[in-house]
């Protein structure tokens, strides 16, 4: 299912670009669109981890790079993994005081987990374990190439409208072009409309399902998730709204911003987890 959406996703902006391409260029503009449609189905495929990796400001975590947080998430992290049959994923710390954790990646072989500093401060060793054991459960549902995929393309549709904004207030010499706000205004919702409609609400339930599982308790992670709700609060994580859907828990957004939200409610994923859901 999360296959054929990546497809369907990637065709989808392919199909915009080429309108794009159409409408402003012609036949010329169509090629080029053409050509940039394939470079962005490949980049997107083969490239998205890193550059969603790249765009957090993860840094690699190993037995010889941080190995102090090795120390403390790699054994428990190889746990799990042999308990979901999975292949051990590469792991990352976020330079964040703001507790977050997402994964990432195109299929288990090519997969990575990335948490934040703050998350390992405030969290003890059960609650970065449940944490991990929700990422890992993206990896098992094979969730994270469409996640990744559409984090790129999302990137690539606002980096089209500030392109645009860009270079329409600089040949007009104003601060503001009102075409380049209005191609902003217009991307920008459909950037957010392509991730909701490849990234489902359920996905999240199905992540904390598993984590409960694997761990042998839903506490875990219920206080984690308490924990993330407060803190994220006192410290607002920066993050790009394109990224927001990929993280465990949804960085302070606003304006349009708030159109990428993908997340249940606090409440409602903590009411899943001791089998309360209506």
């Known amino acids: 299912m999360n296959g054929m959406k990546t ?5 989808g902006m392919s199909g915009v670009l080429l309108f794009i391409g159409q409408a402003f260029g012609g036949r010329s503009g169509l090629l080029m669109a053409l050509g940039g449609a394939v470079l962005m189905n490949f980049f997107s495929y083969f490239f998205s981890e890193k550059m969603a ?14 190995p102090y947080i090795w120390n403390r998430i790699g054994p428990m992290t190889a746990r799990l993994t042999e308990k979901m049959g999975l292949p051990m994923p590469r792991l990352w710390v976020l330079p964040e005081e703001s507790p977050n954790a997402f994964a990432t990646g195109r299929n288990p072989s090519h997969s990575s987990v990335a948490v934040s500093a703050g998350l390992l401060e405030i969290m003890n060793d059960q609650e970065v374990e449940a944490v991990i054991a929700h990422e890992l459960g993206h990896i098992l549902h094979r969730d994270i190439l ?16 500030r392109f645009g904004m860009f270079f329409g207030s600089r040949d007009r010499d104003e601060d503001d072009s009102p075409a380049a706000n209005l191609l902003m205004m217009f991307l920008a919702p459909v950037a957010a409309l392509l991730i909701q409609m490849a990234v489902s609400r359920t996905r999240e339930y199905s992540a904390d399902a598993a984590a409960a599982k694997y761990t042998g308790s839903p506490l875990g992670l219920v206080n984690g998730l308490r924990k993330l709700d407060t803190w994220s609060q006192r410290i607002p994580m920066e993050a790009s709204p394109t990224m927001s859907h990929m993280y465990i828990f949804p960085p302070a957004m606003g304006g349009l911003a708030r159109l990428f939200s993908t997340h249940p409610t606090t409440e409602q994923r903590i009411a899943a987890l001791l089998g309360q859901r209506q």
């Open 53 to 66: 990796l790249s765009m957090s400001g993860a840094q690699r975590v190993s037995e010889t790079e941080h």
């Open 7 to 11: 497809v369907l996703l990637l065709g």
């Open 146 to 161: 469409i996640s990744s995929v559409a984090a790129t393309l999302g990137a690539a549709i606002t980096g089209l409208a």
